[in-house]
């Protein structure tokens, strides 16, 4: 496939890595500030030339949280499906899929693309699931990584633990800050720690008198979520089981409901 790089970061190279080592061509790179892209530009009426000039047929934006939303909003009516990982911009998805309606055209966004962060989701969603008729488990979460990190808890640990409380009923409530008292049964403890280059780590604990059953997902580094981008492009340009083109907004969720 061709494809389009909009934000050509430590990113943008690591996925055009990840989709020439897929058999992908990129087909052009736009970054208004990367002298080594093919178009150095951020002008919108550029950027589409770009994109279309070059036979793209697939594109992935990983720019910025102050350029993302103009990004989409210029690319959706070129007809390209495109893959957005930078975040910043869900507020205004009713508006991306209102034009993306007009354009008759597709979109797939995560905040964590990792292939293994999102087999995690579905273990720990289905270790929920069996622990929710054992009442002798408690559980709680535990989240690390390194010292640059501007938010505390994760979008990943958060993430983790929505899918253990959408599956065990008994913990209604989450609860990020220490305990300065007993926890009550129906919270649910997530605990986040920050230190040196831990590039993300996340473990949920199933606790009883008996035994502890521990599941743990650790980051050696981003090329997960490169190669999660791939992936996710690559399915998105492929026709859905009725064999018609992809339309509408999509998450890593439906590429994971299709495995
Ligand atoms: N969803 C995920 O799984 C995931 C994973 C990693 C990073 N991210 C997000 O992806 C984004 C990029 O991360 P990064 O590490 O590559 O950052 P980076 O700073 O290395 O690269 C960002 C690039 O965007 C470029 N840029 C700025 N304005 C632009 C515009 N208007 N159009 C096109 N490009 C523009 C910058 O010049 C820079 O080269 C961040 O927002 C980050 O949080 C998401």
Not at 52 to 61: H, K, M, Y
Not at 110 to 128: C, D, H, K, P, T
Not at 222 to 228: P, Y
Request: glycine share 8%.
């Amino acid at each position: 496939m061709r494809i389009g790089m909009i934000g050509y970061g430590k990113m943008g190279h690591m996925i055009a890595q990840a989709a020439r080592l897929h058999g992908h061509e990129i087909a052009c790179t736009i970054d208004p500030f990367a002298k080594d892209a093919s178009c150095v530009t951020g002008d919108p009426e550029k950027m589409k030339s770009c994109l279309l000039d070059s036979g793209v047929e697939g594109a992935i934006e990983f720019s910025h949280p102050s350029s993302v939303f103009g990004n989409i909003r210029t690319i959706i009516p070129t007809g390209i499906p495109l893959v957005v990982g930078t975040t910043g911009w869900h507020d205004r998805l009713d508006e991306v899929r209102a034009s993306l309606e007009e354009s008759e055209t597709s979109l797939l966004y995560s905040s964590n693309f990792s292939i293994g962060v999102n087999l995690f989701y579905r273990i720990v969603s289905e270790a929920a699931r069996l622990m929710a008729a054992f009442d002798e488990y408690d559980v709680a979460l535990f989240e690390s990584h390194h010292n640059q990190k501007a938010d505390s808890p994760s979008g990943t640990a958060l993430d983790l633990a929505k899918r253990v409380m959408d599956n065990m009923p008994r913990k209604t409530r989450l609860v990020t800050d220490c305990f300065v008292r007993k926890p009550e049964a129906d919270e649910l403890h997530l605990s986040s720690v920050r230190v040196g280059a831990v590039p993300g780590t996340h473990t949920v604990w199933f606790d009883s008198a008996a035994d502890t059953i521990e599941l743990t997902h650790t980051a050696r580094n981003r090329e997960g979520f490169a190669l999660g981008a791939v992936r996710a492009l690559e399915w998105l340009t492929s026709p859905d089981a009725q064999g018609a083109k992809k339309r509408g907004v999509f998450t890593m969720k439906d590429v994971f409901n299709d495995l």
